[in-house]
């Protein structure tokens, strides 16, 4: 039965995407190196020291992760908020007794200052972030640690996600993926990966989800 609800955050629950592009263009300021914006918001959700190497090399990730934060923490904190709909389908999935989680990449703390900004703490049981795990999206990893600290299985859970990077990682482990298109990958590149739904908006989201729940049901 359709139980558990895995939710990446940035780009797919939370409209951060504005804040972190200021970030990423004052963090190209004060390092004073040059990346094309557009093919570091490509590179939303992967780790910052991931992302750090892609665009300035590897040996300025790390200087890339400390600016990076100061900067996020100066211009791109605030500039965050539910893309419409999400919030209802959270509290909604809350109220029909299912289990739901976030699982990023981000650090703890960064989370929870989201969380804090949105007063959403209360919509999740789990909260899976970089310290969580070894190894990040796409690998598997996360998702089974998810479905370990809420005591379900594979066949119980669907990952939802706008990256290839969440699509992946709920692949791995075996559960029902569903892509978002309102983040910050295109179409296009999500179907190349084959989840087993994808949604244009929030209301398409929300009225999968519930058919899922019922089409489970049904079965038992």
């Given amino acids: ?62 200087e890339f992760v400390d600016t990076y934060r100061k900067q996020y923490n100066l211009w791109g904190a605030d500039k965050i908020s539910f893309y419409p709909g999400i919030e209802k389908l959270l509290k909604d999935l809350n109220r029909a007794g299912m289990t739901c989680a976030v699982v990023t990449s981000k650090r703890r ?32 990893e996360a998702v089974e640690y998810a479905l370990a600290g809420l005591n379900s299985e594979p066949k119980n859970a669907v990952m939802i996600g706008d990256t290839n990077y969440d699509i992946g990682c709920g692949q791995g482990a075996k559960v029902r993926t569903i892509a978002v298109t309102w983040g910050t990958e295109p179409k296009e590149s999500l179907l190349r990966c084959h989840p087993d739904d994808i949604v244009d908006d929030t209301n398409e989201l929300y009225e999968l989800c519930f058919d899922l729940i019922r089409k489970s049901k049904a079965r038992f």
Avoid: Q, W
């Avoid at 390092?31 to 910052?48: C, E, H, Q, R, W």
């Avoid at 900004?117 to 795990?133: C, G, I, Q, R």
């Fill in 1 to 62: 039965m359709i139980n558990t609800f895995l939710f990446d955050f940035d780009g797919t629950v939370a409209d951060t995407i504005p804040g972190i592009l200021i970030t990423l263009d004052k963090t190209r300021d004060a390092m004073n190196v040059f990346y094309d914006l557009d093919k570091a918001k490509s590179l939303i959700g992967t780790p910052l020291v991931a992302m750090g190497a892609a665009l300035c090399g590897e040996e300025r990730a790390s």
């Fill in 109 to 140: 703390d960064t989370l929870l200052n989201n969380l804090d900004m949105l007063n959403a703490h209360d919509y999740f049981d789990l909260l899976v972030t970089k310290e969580s795990v070894s190894h990040f999206k796409p690998h598997p």
